[in-house]
């Protein structure tokens, strides 16, 4: 079946600590993205990648980094920097070809941080 | 500014009820999307419909149904005879045009709660 997987589903970090967040699809689709939800509040961009090797910041970059080395993966780094990263985090992909698609979403990762 | 309001934050019906999810947006873009993402407890969005900005005819599919008005930068959403399975979040998002990334902006969110 293709989709987007996330793991792990529920992560626990100190604080100070860089985590890693993964993020894999097998939809074939180009163009990949990273949410950040907190409670009550809607989704906001933090990352997206419409092609590999290339990534662009969203909307609340900063203490976050990405990479795109290959078409499928779109790992997130939650860095010590992020003053707040306990939150809910989702991974979403959708094909390009010129317009805006639907985006699929992933499972999402929850980290608390402590 | 791109902007999406939700104004609903909750909303509780009982089953069997219609209920009305209301979503205004707000763009400078002539062509953009609509769409409606339902996230239940488990977290994961799940994709109900997408819509472009030339197309306001109104959609149903079974007991959903999508009213969109241009004129009022609107995009509603209708569930007809509600049932339990349906309380969930349901987000309404825009899209930034496709040369700027394809970017979803969500509105807040509404939270519905069937209860039987």
């Known amino acids: 079946d293709g989709g987007i997987t996330q793991s792990p589903k529920y992560l626990f970090r100190k604080e100070g600590q860089n985590v890693t967040l993964s993020c894999e699809q097998n939809l074939n689709h180009d163009a990949m993205y990273w949410y950040r939800q907190d409670p009550g509040q809607g989704l906001r961009l933090i990352y997206y990648s419409q092609i590999v090797n290339d990534f662009q910041k969203g909307d609340i970059a900063e203490g976050y980094s990405v990479s795109r080395e290959k078409k499928e993966s779109f790992p997130l780094t939650v860095t010590s920097a992020q003053k707040n990263p306990t939150a809910f985090y989702l991974c979403?992909?959708?094909?390009?070809?010129?317009?805006?698609?639907?985006?699929?979403f992933g499972p999402g990762t929850r980290l608390t941080v402590t | 500014a791109q902007k999406v309001t939700q104004a609903q934050t909750e909303i509780s019906v009982v089953e069997k009820e219609d209920v009305t999810l209301d979503c205004v947006y707000e763009?400078?873009?002539?062509?953009?999307?609509l769409f409606w993402y339902k996230q239940p407890p488990s977290g994961e969005l799940v994709f109900l419909i997408r819509r472009n900005s030339f197309d306001e005819q109104n959609e149903i599919s079974g007991r959903y149904s999508w009213n969109f008005q241009k004129s009022t930068s609107s995009f509603n959403f209708t569930i007809t005879a509600s049932q339990v399975v349906d309380s969930a979040v349901y987000f309404c998002a825009l899209s930034e045009p496709y040369n700027q990334g394809g970017k979803l902006i969500f509105g807040q969110g509404t939270e519905l709660s069937v209860k039987p």
């Open positions: 979403a992909s959708t094909r390009e070809a010129g317009v805006v698609y639907e985006q699929y």
């Open positions: 763009t400078r873009d002539t062509t953009y999307y």
